[in-house]
């Protein structure tokens, strides 16, 4: 199973952005669906997570990103609004499953953020 993330690509300072990412199969009892992000030269940080029914996002991103999962479908989705050219990265999806007791990783996402 492979996790499949779309729809980044370069839009201007104050734009909005929806990507998603998608399972090439089923993964059973995804019980946590993470959006994390890493820009060029910095460590890989998480930006929204979805477990036990809440949504946590980091502080950089509250109030502008709103994520979404489907676990019956394995869809995760990230609303990016009021986007900033700090928010320039390649997004990365992560499901952890209960199941396997592993993480699945997406391949990446670039969105870059033009000021």
């Known amino acids: 199973v492979q996790l499949q993330a779309s729809g980044g690509g370069v839009v201007q300072a104050g734009g909005s952005l929806r990507i998603s990412c998608a399972a090439s199969?089923?993964?059973?009892?995804?019980?946590?669906m993470d959006w994390y992000r890493q820009a060029p030269g910095k460590q890989r940080e998480l930006v929204a997570r979805i477990y036990g029914g809440d949504t946590n996002y980091a502080d950089s991103v509250k109030g502008r990103f709103t994520a979404s999962g489907d676990n019956v479908k394995n869809t995760l989705y990230l609303q990016m609004n009021n986007l900033k050219p700090e928010d320039t990265a390649v997004y990365y999806c992560?499901?952890?499953?209960?199941?396997?007791?592993?993480?699945?990783w997406g391949q990446g996402t670039l969105v870059t953020v033009s000021s």
């Open positions: 199969g089923t993964i059973f009892s995804v019980v946590r």
């Open positions: 992560n499901y952890y499953s209960w199941d396997t007791q592993r993480d699945y």
